[in-house]
Structure formats: structure tokens, C-alpha cells
């Protein structure tokens, strides 16, 4: 049986997509597509720096007149395509001025510093309460390896530890569990 495809909300009328693709500047539904996964993957301050591009594209294309579901998202994805040619441009030795360098890299950098970064006590912590039911599911009745079971954790839940570390923590809290099921 053929998977159905999904219907997209919002997007019934061709002009409306007309009007998106124009404002974006991404013709096909896939380029925008792409643009949004992009988009995910970036830190809160590029997606912040994102949205303060969209406001300046907002502002330029607006009448005065109430703003539309199509202008807003396609102002979003346009933005979104600016902000990834400037990320890109670096790696694609693309020539590019200093300023324009400089703020990429300083761009880079302020969404570096301000990635929240689990620490192990927290890693810890979010195994205990969150994955450990899991992990035993996937170790005893699946047959599941640490590195399947790391790789599963990142690809699922997006939580990314070791496999040294994780074996650790299932160890320890195993013994902890045999540990409090013994009579004193």
C-alpha cells in the first residue's frame, strides 16, 4: 500500500504558493523544505538574528495593510535563505569581504558561547528519569549494542552521550536497583 501524501495546510490555493515562492525567492517546495530544516538545526541566537532579518523584510515588502499568513512565512523563508548563504559562504571559499567574515564569525561564536551544553551530573540525571526504562528495553529485549543504543538515543530523542559513559550510568544504576531490592 502507497503511503498518502501529506496535504499540505495552508497551501490549497496555487496563488498562494505563487506568492510564497516569490516573496522567498525559493521556487520549489523542496528548496523551502530544505530552508526549514536548516533553520532547525540552528542555535536560538541565529534563529533570534533570523527574525530580526524577517522584521527588515517585513517592513520593506509591506503596504501599510494587515500582513498576510503568505507574506510572513515567505518574508521567514527568506530570511532563512540569507542567513544560510552567509553560513555557507565560508565553507564554500566563496569570496566574501572582511565585515562580512567578521560577522559570520562573530555570529558563530555568540551561538557557540550560548548553546546549553548538558554537564555530566545532568546527562546523569536524564538518564535516571528519562531514558533508563528505555535503555534497559533496547539492552535486555532487543539485544541492542551501547554504540545502537547511543546512536538510537541521538537519533529518536536527540540526546547525545558516549558509550563508555552510558554503559556506566546503566551499570550503576542497575547495581542500585539490585542494591535496594536486598534485604538489610
Not at 494587515?66 to 535563505?81: A, H, N, R
Not at 546523569?124 to 545502537?148: D, P
Amino acid at each position: 500500500m502507497r503511503p498518502k501524501k501529506r496535504k499540505e495546510v495552508g497551501t490549497e490555493n496555487q496563488a498562494n504558493i505563487k506568492m510564497i515562492a516569490e516573496i522567498s525567492e525559493l521556487p520549489s517546495a523542496s528548496e523551502r523544505s530544505a530552508a526549514l530544516r536548516w533553520y532547525e538545526q540552528q542555535s536560538e541566537v541565529t534563529r533570534l538574528k533570523i527574525h530580526e532579518e524577517q522584521s527588515k523584510i517585513l517592513r520593506s515588502k509591506s503596504t501599510g495593510g494587515p500582513v498576510t499568513p503568505e507574506l510572513s512565512y515567505g518574508s521567514l523563508l527568506c530570511s532563512i535563505k540569507i542567513a544560510r548563504r552567509n553560513e555557507e559562504s565560508l565553507s564554500m571559499k566563496r569570496a566574501v569581504s572582511i565585515a562580512e567574515a567578521n560577522e559570520i564569525a562573530s555570529q558563530r561564536a555568540d551561538g557557540f558561547k550560548k548553546e546549553k551544553r548538558l554537564r555530566g551530573a545532568e546527562k546523569a540525571t536524564k538518564i535516571r528519569v528519562q531514558y533508563f526504562g528505555l535503555i534497559c528495553v533496547l539492552k535486555e529485549e532487543k539485544g541492542f549494542s551501547w554504540s545502537e543504543v547511543a546512536s538510537y538515543l541521538y537519533r529518536y530523542h536527540g540526546f547525545d552521550v558516549t558509550k563508555p559513559y552510558l554503559q556506566q550510568q546503566y551499570n550503576k544504576l542497575k547495581k542500585e536497583a539490585a542494591d535496594a531490592e536486598l534485604p538489610k
